[in-house]
């Protein structure tokens, strides 16, 4: 378990988040390029596309280092609902409708993985966690064997009760250790069927970063960053096992009242 402390910041207004968040995600790019030649992201629904589309879509300043490349992007789901791509319940379709689709033809598209469309109808969801996993592995696996995905950056939302991904407080899928993407075919929250990825795959990415905003977060932030009591949430345990390696990305009104010590300046 990691023991450096995530980074909390904090700014006036969405906008401000956002022009943040730009430099933040670019940096994750641009480092990943230059190991690897491509950028393997995982990104969240809720209103996180929204932010990042606002970010990433803003003008550049003409520099590479702020211009997203968007042909040498992989974009996989940190968690998915077991809907058809066209649903309004899709993280892929919200993505799509906020950001690939706005894309400048002059910064290339993406590679983007979304789930099986065929398996969305089953049963159970599992076979749709198998089919998710196998094509991590073509991607992360395909000249050796490895222990777990490494992305080299993960963008989650938080919920009102702590949730990320589709892992929620108390669930025995936090104690999963083995699979990349896990089955959840009762969720608390609607729709009942998902995959989400695992939560030793969240934590083992180069970075990760949580985007909240809202006055509506303030007291589940509270209980992730200053209460022993939030210590088990699932957002609060990414912050344990990543460290460091997590930044929070909030505006003043989701850390109202919250007293961690908050960064100023990326």
């Known amino acids: 378990m990691a023991t450096a402390q995530p980074n909390l910041f904090s700014f006036p207004s969405t906008d401000a988040l956002a022009e943040q968040l730009r430099p933040y995600?670019?940096?994750?790019?641009?480092?990943?390029?230059?190991?690897?030649?491509?950028?393997?992201?995982?990104?969240?629904?809720?209103?996180?596309?929204t932010v990042l589309a606002r970010a990433l879509l803003a003008p550049s300043n003409g520099s590479p280092e702020d211009t997203p490349q968007f042909a040498k992007w992989?974009?996989?789901?940190?968690?998915?609902?077991?809907?058809?791509?066209?649903?309004?319940d899709s993280n892929y379709r919200l993505l799509k409708d906020?950001?690939?689709?706005?894309?400048?033809?002059?910064?290339?598209?993406?590679?983007?993985?979304?789930?099986?469309?065929d398996h969305v109808n089953d049963d159970d969801p599992q076979e749709l966690a198998d089919l998710y996993q196998e094509?991590?592995?073509?991607?992360?696996?395909?000249?050796?064997?490895?222990?777990?995905?490494?992305?080299?950056?993960?963008?989650l939302?938080?919920?009102?009760?702590?949730?990320?991904?589709?892992?929620f407080p108390g669930h025995e899928l936090l104690r999963e250790k083995d699979?990349?993407?896990?089955?959840?075919?009762?969720?608390?929250?609607?729709?009942?069927?998902?995959i989400t990825l695992t939560l030793p795959v969240v934590t083992s990415a180069l970075n990760v970063a949580f985007v909240a905003t809202g006055a509506g977060k303030k007291d589940i932030l509270k209980a992730i960053f200053d209460h022993e009591e939030g210590r088990d949430l699932p957002s609060a345990l990414v912050n344990?096992?990543?460290?460091?390696?997590?930044?929070?990305?909030?505006?003043?009104?989701?850390?109202?009242?919250v007293s961690f010590p908050r960064r100023g300046s990326l």
């Open 157 to 167: 939302g938080c919920g009102p009760d702590g949730h990320t991904c589709s892992l």
């Open 74 to 88: 992989h974009i996989f789901f940190a968690d998915e609902r077991a809907v058809p791509l066209d649903h309004d």
């Open 179 to 194: 699979s990349w993407v896990a089955a959840e075919t009762n969720s608390p929250k609607p729709p009942p069927k998902r």
């Open 135 to 155: 094509d991590l592995m073509r991607l992360f696996a395909a000249k050796d064997s490895v222990k777990l995905p490494i992305f080299d950056l993960i963008l």
């Open 25 to 49: 995600v670019l940096r994750a790019q641009n480092a990943a390029l230059s190991r690897h030649d491509s950028f393997r992201i995982a990104v969240s629904g809720g209103s996180l596309p």
């Open 240 to 257: 344990q096992g990543g460290g460091d390696k997590v930044s929070w990305f909030t505006d003043h009104p989701a850390v109202d009242g």
């Open 98 to 117: 906020e950001l690939l689709s706005k894309i400048p033809a002059e910064l290339g598209a993406p590679v983007v993985h979304p789930i099986d469309a």
